[in-house]
């Protein structure tokens, strides 16, 4: 018994270290501890440790945001190409930004520096936010809704040759999923190109400049999932 | 005497055996019905084939229909799983602390 509570104790360890391991693999953020919050007081050394850490965070994090947009085949040409502009431009600014406050002499100037992150770059806040919102709002607009379009256009035209398999609650499911294509299609509208055109400085102005294309979005997600939901029941019913 | 007396047995008895098989089997006219319900089974019989025939176009158009509008939902739903993945993605950027 004591042996098998052994072998269970370290197959429960194996399998966390190994999970702890994917996670960070998996994600695009490697933050997880705040940043210490430096002052005028601050060191030198002290600046530039923690500027070392923020700067190589965020460029693993843009190294695999970009190669995560680079693949998505959902998003538009010409929003792909924005996003890696703005995230390749990040990933340049951060590493001349690394090197920098490495090779400052002083702490004034390291802090200065170290400030432009969240004030100039905001790499978390905008650029990969708004990247992201963007993608997901493409592949909504791209794929899901038309498809979504589609499936209830041969739904309307399969209950139309069989007028027989009409049933109140087939009607009520159809126009349901309609109004939710609608709904999507309202909230998709321009939302890509609404999160793209945020800015650092527009960020600073007003930190919730993100948080209406965030939640169109994710209402817009809501919606292709319910008029899915919708198509899939008449499916059902029509088999 | 005897002679001509077996010769027109001789004679006789195959025709007359051969005239009693035609009425009895009515050779020519159950020819004729036999030929014309052959032809009516295999009338009905291809009626029968041709049924499923008819409606299998049909029904073939309705499976390839309702399989358009399941490859629609996949396809939507594939859409909507990465929209969803884009959207975790982004909130954990927003979620990272980028300082005051």
């Known amino acids: 018994m004591k042996r098998f509570a052994t072998i269970a104790t370290v197959g429960a360890t194996v399998c966390a270290l190994s999970l702890a391991a994917a996670v960070p693999a998996m994600a695009d953020t490697t933050s997880t501890t705040p940043p ?59 590493d001349g930004l690394q090197a920098k406050i490495a090779a400052d002499t002083t702490a004034a100037t390291a802090l200065t520096d170290y400030r432009s992150m969240y004030t100039v770059w905001r790499v978390y806040a905008v650029g990969m936010r708004q990247s992201y919102i963007a993608a997901s709002a493409d592949g909504l607009t791209g794929t899901a809704i038309p498809r979504l379009q589609s499936a209830a256009t041969k739904i309307a035209a ?43 400085a527009g960020f600073n102005a007003n930190h919730s400049v993100l948080d209406t294309p965030h939640a169109n979005a994710q209402a817009a997600r809501a919606d292709t999932k319910a008029a899915a939901i919708d198509g899939r029941a008449i499916l059902a019913a029509l088999r | 005497m005897t002679v001509r007396r077996s010769a027109r047995v001789v004679l006789l008895a195959p025709v007359a055996v051969l005239a009693a098989s035609l009425i009895l089997t009515g050779c020519s006219s159950l020819g004729t019905t036999s030929t014309a319900a052959v032809t009516t089974t295999s009338g009905a019989s ?20 309702l399989n358009g509008i399941a490859a629609d939902l996949n396809a939507a739903d594939a859409a909507n799983n990465e929209a969803d993945a884009s959207a975790t993605s982004g909130d954990q950027a927003a979620a990272s602390s980028d300082g005051p």
């Not at chain 1, 040759?161 to 309202?186: C, F, G, R, W, Y």
């Open chain 1, 36 to 94: 210490p919050k430096l002052n005028g007081t601050s060191s030198l050394a002290a600046i530039q440790a923690a500027g070392a850490t923020q700067t190589a965070n965020r460029i693993t994090s843009l190294n695999s945001a970009i190669a995560k947009l680079t693949a998505k085949t959902t998003l538009t040409s010409s929003d792909k190409a924005t996003i890696l502009s703005t995230l390749n431009a990040d990933l340049q600014g951060m």
């Open chain 2, 46 to 65: 291809s009626t029968a084939t041709a049924a499923p025939v008819t409606s299998s176009p049909s029904a073939a158009a309705d499976a390839s229909t």
């Open chain 1, 158 to 200: 399969v209950l139309a040759a069989k007028p027989s398999k009409i049933t109140p609650a087939l009607q009520e499911q159809l126009a349901d999923m309609n109004a939710k294509i609608a709904d999507a299609s309202a909230k998709t509208n321009g939302l890509a190109a609404a999160a793209l055109a945020v800015t650092p």
